[in-house]
């Protein structure tokens, strides 16, 4: 979609938008600073890290100091590597409030070739992102050499040794159904923004998507078919009926009256299916046929009350 590959633009080249640092160092600070090693090949760090906030993020970054702040972002240390012979390294250390969040950053964008650092990572062009525990780092070299690579796999996997806490993926990602799953096309997130960039449903927050919301995001092959299915998970059953009731209403245009599963052929002449059960929203996008959308949408209801007994 069109407006993901702005999000991928953004996001290279925010790390180059640099203005002036902020806040002081505490101990959280500090141990930001020891994951990253002093010197990686030939390249070295001398200039003093920079530190930004919650409040001061924008002075980094523009437009994507959103996507950050719609996860628990705390804090982001940057270092500068440089070689005289060689391209620049700028390292991005964010830390986040807990690996579920550190996780859902990465799943924003995970185009390239996987490699073995930390949870996971993904390496191209000179630009590579990985997690592990709360922290998820972005290194990204001015432009790609055999030996800025070397480089940027050394500051990687450095700091993923350093780094001591470790993270697994949210539970709600399990219950996605393995069959036709594509993996690297999972979005773990919170807010509607989030879900207006991997797939727009509508301007206003239908599905009433917020801090206190979980939502898992994944697309399938199956059967020459390549639907999409959306799982919100609400603080309770009555805000997960609300929703689901006004995703029926706005988005379908239907009645959703006393169902919990609710089907309906949109414009386009696709299936969308949308089911209640309990505090979750299951919602199924692009199917060619109806028997598609059930079968989703019944596999994905199953998983649900197999892993939230």
Known sequence: MKSSCILILVLAIA?????ASASGHDDEVMKMHSILPDSAVEWRSESEDRIFTRETIFD??????????SYD???LLIREYSNPSGPSIVVEVYRMGSPEDAYGVFTHDTEGETVDVGEDAVYSSGFLMFWKGRIFMRI???RETPEAKKAIMHIAEHAAGVITGRGRVPTLVSCLPADGLR???IRYFHKPLSLNIHYFIADANILDLDEKTDAVLARYDI????PRILVVAYPSP???RRAYEQFIRVYLRGNASKSDNHIAQIEKGEYVGAHHINRFSILVFECSTKGMCETLTARTAEKLKEVFK
């Open 183 to 185: 993996e690297r096309e």
């Open 140 to 142: 990204l070299a001015e």
């Open 73 to 75: 972002f705390e804090e």
């Open 60 to 69: 980094y970054m523009n437009g994507a100091g959103e996507i950050y702040l």
């Open 238 to 240: 009555s805000d997960a």
């Open 223 to 226: 059967e020459n078919q390549k």
């Open 15 to 19: 790390g180059w938008n640099v203005s």
